[in-house]
């Protein structure tokens, strides 16, 4: 079974800086999709920024990118110059085929003034 | 881009009444819907898959009983919580698309007193 890790419950940034949440996942597939979520207090699940695994390159998506290493199953999303609104739950997801989308427990992000 | 409705998105219910939350795509065809549930501070746990004109498909541990789902249309799928229970209390979110691509309901928050 896959199953998707991520081991930073809570994290903390300070506004304009540079945060990294951690994300690792376990699977036997060479062909699948990474996602990172957010959720806000609204509950609105927002898709961030997705990776296709048989990319090589890192998708980057504005302030928002991640470092994908395949060997090592980790994906990581980096924030850069955070901001008030990005305060939220951040979930990471694999997908292997339509049915099966598996989540991490969760980040929540605090950003601070 | 496309919208995903849910409705309600409170709703507080009697212990034993039935409450049915709909799922509906306003400006596409899903061919494939996803009913997830929520706990507080948790992850997303998926409740079953339904396609369009077939059964549902439910993950283990999930009642198919209580948790009636009918996908009549390309455009609306429903879940049904039947005799509802305090333990029932949770936040319901769907995911709709198709192969192109899926796209979370804002989700509704269940209270059954």
């Known amino acids: 079974a896959q199953t998707v890790t991520q081991s930073q419950p809570e994290m903390s940034v300070q506004e304009a800086e540079t945060v990294t949440l951690s994300c690792t996942y376990d699977t036997s597939e060479s062909d699948y999709y990474l996602f990172w979520y957010k959720q806000p207090p609204s509950r609105q699940m927002i898709l961030v920024i997705r990776q296709e695994a048989y990319k090589q390159q890192n998708a980057t998506e504005n302030r928002f990118s991640v470092n994908f290493q395949k060997a090592a199953k980790s994906f990581s999303l980096k924030i850069s110059d955070s901001q008030l609104g990005d305060a939220a739950m951040y979930f990471c997801?694999?997908?292997?085929?339509?049915?099966?989308?598996?989540f991490g427990a969760g980040t929540r992000l605090t950003v601070k003034p | 881009g496309a919208v995903v409705s849910q409705h309600p998105s409170r709703v507080i219910c009697k212990s034993g009444t039935s409450v049915k939350i709909e799922c509906r795509s306003l400006?596409?065809?899903?061919?494939?819907m996803f009913w997830y549930r929520q706990f507080p501070k948790q992850s997303l746990m998926l409740m079953a898959t339904?396609?369009?004109?077939?059964?549902?498909?439910?993950e283990q541990g999930v009642e198919k009983d209580k948790f009636l789902i009918n996908h009549a249309s390309l455009t609306l799928s429903t879940l049904t919580v039947t005799s509802a229970h305090p333990e029932d209390s949770s936040f319901y979110i769907c995911?709709?698309?198709?192969?192109?691509?899926?796209?979370f309901g804002s989700g509704t928050r269940l209270t059954v007193v």
């Open positions: 339904s396609n369009e004109g077939s059964k549902a498909t439910y």
């Open positions: 400006d596409f065809q899903a061919t494939t």
């Open positions: 995911r709709a698309g198709t192969d192109y691509g899926y796209t």
């Open positions: 997801a694999y997908r292997r085929d339509l049915r099966d989308m598996r």
